[in-house]
């Protein structure tokens, strides 16, 4: 049995530059990863099954084929036919949230399958694309500047084990929805991580305003060094100076705001 982790991927900025004539969107941003996500596991059986559990497990239902079987499929394209496999997906992020989500989870399935089959994470880097734009960063399960689509990754200097809170108010928004309403306006490139940005924060805003609330909450928070929505929404986050401080942010989302879904975690 192998078992991988799916970290709940952020970014910490993400510059939006052009609009790409094949439909995607030329960016520039910075990954990070959280200690804490989904779990893939995979095992060798006598049929292959795909099951799906945890709190977010009835969100996929009946959409169809999951990432996880695409990236196994992808691999056994790639690479030559697979044994019966028993495969859990095990969903704790909330879906079509900006923190990774389907892709963290295409990626821990390719990890995982490289580990059964002795296939380098390297060599898996062009159908990780293929499945997805941010499929190959989460591959990479590091912190690095993402260019191009968020393919062209170079990895850089981590933020370890600085506190973070991630916090979602329930509401799933549309990634492409998000990208679509963009202004089409170039504000420049990646600087450090305090002078960049998130340009899709405006636009999601105007399609889930209750990103308003959660940003205004986690702003008004002692000891937080930066707050941010991750991706194109509704996930935000904010970064602490420490657990402490996270800790009483986290009591106070859990007070105020029952219903909206959080996670305390720190920086890989």
């Avoid at 209750?210 to 000891?223: E, F, K, N």
Wanted: glycine share 10%.
């Amino acid at each position: 049995m192998i078992t991988e982790l799916a970290p709940a991927k952020i970014n910490l900025a993400l510059h939006v530059r052009a609009r790409r004539p094949d439909g995607y969107h030329e960016i520039e941003t910075l990954f990070a990863f959280c200690r804490d996500g989904d779990t893939v596991t995979i095992a060798e059986a006598e049929q292959d099954s795909f099951t799906i559990t945890g709190p977010f497990a009835a969100a996929l239902t009946g959409e169809g084929t999951n990432l996880v079987l695409a990236a196994r499929d992808a691999f056994a394209t790639a690479f030559g036919a697979l044994p019966p496999l028993t495969i859990t997906l095990d969903k704790r992020l909330p879906v079509a949230s900006g923190i990774g989500g389907g892709s963290a989870d295409a990626a821990a399935t390719l990890r995982a399958l490289g580990r059964l089959q002795d296939v380098a994470v390297e060599k898996m880097m062009g159908m990780a694309l293929a499945l997805g734009s941010d499929v190959p960063a989460c591959l990479l399960g590091r912190t690095a500047i993402g260019g191009g689509r968020g393919e062209r990754l170079t990895p850089t200097a981590a933020l370890t084990d600085t506190p973070v809170l991630l916090v979602n108010p329930g509401v799933a928004v549309s990634t492409a929805q998000v990208f679509a309403a963009w202004d089409g306006v170039d504000r420049g490139p990646l600087g450090t991580v305090a002078e960049s940005r998130n340009d899709l924060e405006a636009p999601a805003r105007t399609i889930a305003p209750v990103i308003d609330d959660v940003m205004a909450l986690l702003s008004a928070q002692p000891g937080v060094a930066l707050d941010r929505m991750s991706g194109s929404g509704a996930t935000c986050f904010a970064l602490f100076d420490d657990v402490t401080a996270r800790r009483g942010a986290a009591a106070t989302i859990a007070a105020t705001h029952p219903d909206w879904w959080y996670l305390e975690s720190t920086l890989a």
